[in-house]
């Protein structure tokens, strides 16, 4: 669906240079929800904003499917823009306009449907989003998630073929946050929409998002299925971000464990081994019990894992491979 080669922004102003976008590739997929996560000014909006080409690239290509944007005249943008909806952390709505209204407007803009055609298309919206019964009220009566709605059917008025939500719930509670970001993922799994979201939160990401990739200073610099990369992240930024979401086993161990005698072992259970006795049979069969020391189990989108830490008095590679061999990963750690 997208494939960007290259991508390079700077800004400038005030005798200033800002890099806000270093050679940037990527390729996301049609039906995935992919996930942008990054530090504040690590240039996420910039990125997203290339996709639609509200930002224009310094160098580099944006194809979506297959086509330069970069090349495109005015009415070719206008085409493009259409087919990319967006929705934003401040939800962007027409104070002025009531629900329907708001939701309406696209669809006049795009001046291609009867106003008949545009007043079932707006009960369409109106259902999809669960809004029926506001439909004649003003923004300014409306709950941040009942405002975001809006914001999600008016950016799926024209039949987008992509959806870009820039902090989409950075606004709202952390229960109204799962109400919209479970919106999201009905609406990419029932239109099959491919969705590119941007956020600073690994909660965000853990709960929809197929793939992830990590900005930081302008550089992507890890990136993957969301459970490899928040299970075993590789680069700094990634790990802090882990960390700092507190739900998977933490690398940073140092000075929290006190002396533990043997050796450390990390192991991570996905999917169908996050439910078998793993641990106290290879305990058994080593001779050598384990102790459980940190540990969290939870849920990425629709997999379950767990992921613990135990400290262990035997031969750990015999032990790594015992755990490998019935699917679980294991990793030695050094603290
Ligand atoms: N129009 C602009 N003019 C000058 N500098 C800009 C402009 N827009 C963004 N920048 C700079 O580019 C860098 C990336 O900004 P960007 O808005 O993409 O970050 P972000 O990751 O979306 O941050 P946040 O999480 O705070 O929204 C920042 O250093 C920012 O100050
Ligand atoms: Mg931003």
New binding site residues.
């Given amino acids: 669906m997208i494939a960007l080669h290259h991508l390079n922004k700077t800004?400038e102003?005030d005798g200033r240079q800002?890099i806000?976008l270093r050679d940037i590739n990527l390729q996301i997929e049609t039906g995935e929800v992919f996930g942008i996560i990054?530090?504040?000014?690590?240039?996420?909006?910039?990125?997203l904003r290339t996709l639609n080409l509200l930002e224009r690239p310094d160098q580099g290509q944006v194809l979506i499917d297959g086509q330069d944007a970069t090349c495109l005249d005015t009415a070719g943008l206008r085409v493009l823009r259409r087919q990319v909806g967006m929705v934003f952390q401040h939800f962007n709505l027409l104070n002025h306009r009531s629900v329907a209204n708001n939701i309406r407007f696209p669809l006049e803009l795009a001046g291609a449907l009867s106003k008949t055609a545009i007043n079932t298309r707006v009960d369409e919206l109106l259902e999809l989003v669960g809004l029926h019964a506001q439909r004649e009220q003003y923004p300014s009566q409306l709950s941040g998630g009942q405002k975001q709605r809006v914001g999600i059917a008016r950016a799926l008025a024209n039949h987008p073929k992509l959806l870009l939500c820039d902090?989409a719930t950075s606004a709202l509670d952390p229960q109204t946050t799962q109400s919209i970001l479970q919106l999201l993922l009905d609406i990419n799994r029932r239109l099959g929409l491919t969705i590119v979201l941007?956020t600073?939160e690994m909660a965000v990401v853990r709960a929809i998002c197929d793939r992830v990739a990590v900005i930081e200073g302008?550089q992507i610099v890890e990136r993957g299925p969301v459970a490899d990369v928040f299970l075993h992240p590789q680069h700094e930024a990634t790990r802090n971000m882990v960390a700092e979401d507190g739900h998977a086993a933490t690398l940073d161990l140092a000075g929290k464990l006190g002396n533990v005698s043997g050796t450390l072992l990390r192991l991570t259970f996905v999917d169908a081994t996050t439910y078998e006795p793993v641990i106290a049979q290879i305990g058994q069969a080593l001779a050598a019990p384990m102790s459980i020391l940190q540990g969290s189990v939870g849920r990425i989108k629709d997999r379950p894992y767990g992921q613990l830490i135990v400290g262990f008095n035997g031969d750990a590679e015999l032990a790594k491979r015992a755990f490998e061999e019935r699917g679980v990963r294991c990793d030695v750690v050094t603290v």
């Fill in positions: 800004y102003g800002v806000a990054g530090r504040s000014g690590a240039g996420k909006s910039t990125l902090e941007i600073h302008g």
